[in-house]
């Protein structure tokens, strides 16, 4: 079974500095991984996704995040944050046996002040 | 753009009432997905449905049923809401079965059981 660890479920950051949500995984198997974001009142939609290829995947607006087998992270990251990246955020783990569904973390909360 | 929408925003259901959540998704996607998320806990599994009239349990099944008819369509049934059900439930979809695919999430129905 595979599972995701978020270290801080709250996360506050200042307008124009270094975003930093960190994700940690358990698995077994080769794993592929999800960082999702959820707006106020909306529901979940992609930030970006690992699939074996490129161990460092960019996404929608300016987010990133590097695959790291050695260390089991899946951390994501924005050079310079903005008001509207205040959002909830959630990793998530599926591999290719077993069951096809994610398995979430238990999120992250992102703060940016003025 | 793929569109998946819940019947209800908001629900307010007595102890004991059988409780319909409905989902329904515009873009022929074979995989549907009902998932609770709560505070902390991040977003559980609950149900899934890989086919018409297929589904399989998930992480948290317990009081709960679900019915594929179409495959547009996927409800969730709390049989007898109980407080404890009480939480934010979100529906997504997914073209297909691979374990990379994006899931696209509804805007969620927040049940309260009083």
């Known amino acids: 079974a595979q599972s995701v660890t978020q270290l801080g479920s709250h996360v506050s950051v ?69 008001m509207r990246d205040a959002a909830e955020y959630f990793c998530a783990v599926t591999t290719d046996t077993g069951r096809r569904a994610l398995t979430f973390g238990s999120g992250t909360r992102l703060q940016v002040q003025p | ?7 209800s925003r908001y629900l307010v259901k007595r102890t004991g009432e059988k409780v319909f959540l409905e989902c329904v998704q515009d873009m ?26 297929m589904k399989e349990k998930g992480d948290i099944p317990e009081g709960y049923s679900v019915s594929r008819e179409k495959k547009e369509r996927f409800s969730l049934i709390l049989e007898s809401a109980s407080t404890n059900q009480t939480s934010m439930y979100l529906c997504a979809s997914s073209l297909l079965g691979g374990s990379t695919d994006t899931q696209y999430f509804g805007p969620g129905t927040r049940l309260t059981v009083l």
């Open chain 1, 14 to 82: 200042s307008e124009g500095a270094l975003v930093l949500l960190r994700c940690n995984y358990s698995s077994s198997v080769p794993p592929y991984l999800f960082w999702y974001v959820q707006y106020p009142n909306q529901g979940l939609q992609l930030l970006l996704k690992y699939t074996s290829a490129a161990t460092l995947v960019k996404g929608i607006n300016g987010f990133e995040a590097e695959f790291k087998k050695s260390e089991t992270s899946f951390h994501l990251t924005k050079p310079s944050a903005h």
């Open chain 2, 28 to 53: 022929d996607h074979e995989n549907m997905f009902w998932y609770r998320q709560d505070p902390g806990l991040g977003l559980r599994l609950i149900y899934f449905s890989y086919d018409v009239k």
């Open chain 2, 1 to 7: 753009d793929v569109k998946v929408t819940q019947s």
